[in-house]
Nanobody, 114 residues
Framework: VQLQASGGGLVQAGGSLRLSCVAS????????MGWYRRTSGNERELVAT???????NYVDSVKGRFTISRDNAKNTVYLQMNSLKSEDTAVYYC?????????WGQGTLVTVSS
């Protein structure tokens, strides 16, 4: 299983970014996908998940600002991040499971300047 994340960068507070994660080694359309983030010195935090039937879930701090979506034809999961805040600064990781084992992308850094 390989997960290749991209789309991070430096953005001003209030701005937007879209993260992408391309998956291989799984039957993508059957897998739930997730985005996590890790801030400096903190544990990795669940940000959003999307199931194979497009049910979504978000951590309270991003509800109404972030949207997770998927394109099964492209084996890609997205995280649209709007109204970014300085506290959203983190390394963002995409995640999936196969046979009960967690797999992680390499992480993409999002830095929000205030």
């Amino acid at each position: 299983v390989q997960l290749q994340a991209s789309g991070g960068g430096l953005v001003q507070a209030g701005g937007s970014l879209r993260l992408s994660c391309v998956a291989s080694g799984i039957v993508f359309r059957l897998n739930s996908m997730g985005w996590y983030r890790r801030t400096s010195g903190n544990e990795r935090e669940l940000v959003a998940t999307i199931t194979s039937d497009d049910s979504t879930n978000y951590v309270d701090s991003v509800k109404g600002r972030f949207t997770i979506s998927r394109d099964n034809a492209k084996n890609t999961v997205y995280l649209q991040m709007n109204s970014l805040k300085s506290e959203d600064t983190a390394v963002y990781y995409c995640n999936t499971k196969k046979y009960g084992v967690n797999y992680w992308g390499q992480g993409t850094l999002v830095t929000v300047s205030s």
